[in-house]
């Protein structure tokens, strides 16, 4: 029987281990002595600048460099030649670290808006221009998860398996409450969809369907489901399914946004 492939480390991870590493002191400090040179610095240099060993600054180096904070190559200080092997230089990568537990995706949230701005037509109003917005993104999102994967046909099993791990990359925290219903247990755009929840829940919700629809998978929709501490959007059966794994008193899809989140 095969088994489902490792987990693989989400932003959220990446994140928490870049903090993890600049931890120690020494590190931590050499790292902001590189990060202010605004050039390529040598370990000599990053030593002299915390007053430990070499020996000792190029294993802290070598760790920060293991966590995607710092490049590494061999060069010449000042672009002289010189007899024999260069020296290994150090210098930062372009990576920005936020670590928010549990996730939040704001910049998801302002890039869509950006685009509303930027794209409104004639005839719409920002709301309408904003789900568009929403919706248009996660059916591209979608589109590039399937030419990824090549899923082939997805029905509801398969489609929602595929879903969890773009959602839970997206801080989505999702839990499969049975085979065709999934439940997303942290919203991302919170603390915003609280203070203006048609919009955002209404963003979330067209993003969601938008990735369904990109992604093809059939039998499943996404619908608005709120709870209290919880994302306001559910996937499961679509129009003439829901009967078969509906759950007795369960959350309703007619229930209006914003209560959850």
């Not at 281990?17 to 931590?28: F, G, T």
């Given at each position: 029987?095969?088994?489902?492939?490792?987990?693989?480390?989400?932003?959220?991870?990446?994140?928490?281990?870049?903090?993890?590493?600049?931890s120690?002191?020494?590190?931590?400090?050499?790292?902001?002595?590189?990060?202010?040179a605004?050039?390529?610095?040598?370990?000599d240099?990053?030593?002299?600048?915390?007053?430990?060993?070499?020996?000792?600054?190029?294993?802290?180096?070598?760790?920060?460099?293991?966590?995607?904070?710092?490049?590494?190559?061999?060069?010449?200080?000042?672009?002289t030649?010189k007899?024999g092997?260069?020296?290994?230089v150090?210098?930062?990568?372009?990576?920005?670290?936020?670590?928010?537990?549990?996730?939040?995706r704001h910049?998801?949230l302002?890039?869509?808006?950006?685009?509303?701005?930027?794209?409104?037509?004639?005839?719409?109003?920002?709301?309408?221009a904003a789900?568009?917005?929403a919706?248009?993104?996660?059916?591209?999102?979608?589109?590039a998860?399937?030419?990824?994967t090549?899923?082939?046909?997805?029905?509801?099993?398969?489609?929602?398996?595929t879903?969890?791990?773009?959602?839970?990359?997206?801080g989505?925290?999702?839990?499969?409450?049975?085979?065709?219903?999934?439940?997303l247990r942290?919203?991302?755009?919170h603390?915003?969809?609280?203070?203006?929840?048609?919009?955002?829940?209404?963003?979330?919700?067209?993003?969601?369907?938008?990735?369904?629809?990109?992604?093809?998978?059939?039998?499943?929709?996404?619908?608005?489901?709120?709870?209290?501490?919880?994302c306001?959007?559910?996937?499961?059966?679509?129009?003439g399914?829901?009967?078969?794994?509906?759950?007795?008193?369960?959350?309703?899809?007619?229930?209006?946004?914003?209560?959850?989140?």
């Amino acid at each position: 029987m095969a088994s489902d492939p490792p987990a693989q480390a989400g932003p959220a991870d990446s994140a928490i281990d870049s903090v993890s590493v600049l931890s120690e002191d020494s590190r931590r400090r050499m790292f902001a002595f590189i990060r202010r040179a605004r050039r390529a610095v040598t370990r000599d240099e990053a030593a002299a600048s915390v007053g430990i060993s070499r020996k000792l600054a190029a294993f802290h180096l070598d760790k920060l460099v293991d966590a995607g904070l710092l490049r590494a190559r061999y060069e010449t200080p000042g672009g002289t030649r010189k007899v024999g092997r260069q020296p290994k230089v150090y210098e930062p990568t372009d990576a920005q670290i936020t670590v928010s537990i549990p996730d939040r995706r704001h910049e998801l949230l302002a890039d869509l808006l950006l685009d509303a701005v930027l794209t409104e037509r004639a005839g719409e109003n920002a709301r309408q221009a904003a789900m568009r917005a929403a919706q248009e993104r996660g059916r591209q999102v979608g589109e590039a998860a399937r030419r990824e994967t090549r899923p082939g046909r997805l029905g509801p099993e398969r489609g929602l398996t595929t879903c969890e791990r773009l959602l839970d990359q997206y801080g989505y925290e999702p839990v499969r409450e049975t085979p065709t219903r999934l439940r997303l247990r942290n919203c991302p755009f919170h603390p915003l969809a609280a203070k203006a929840p048609e919009l955002v829940c209404g963003m979330n919700h067209a993003f969601l369907s938008g990735y369904l629809d990109g992604l093809d998978v059939n039998g499943v929709r996404a619908a608005l489901a709120p709870e209290p501490g919880e994302c306001c959007v559910r996937l499961g059966p679509g129009e003439g399914e829901a009967a078969t794994d509906e759950t007795p008193g369960g959350p309703s899809s007619s229930s209006a946004p914003g209560t959850g989140c």
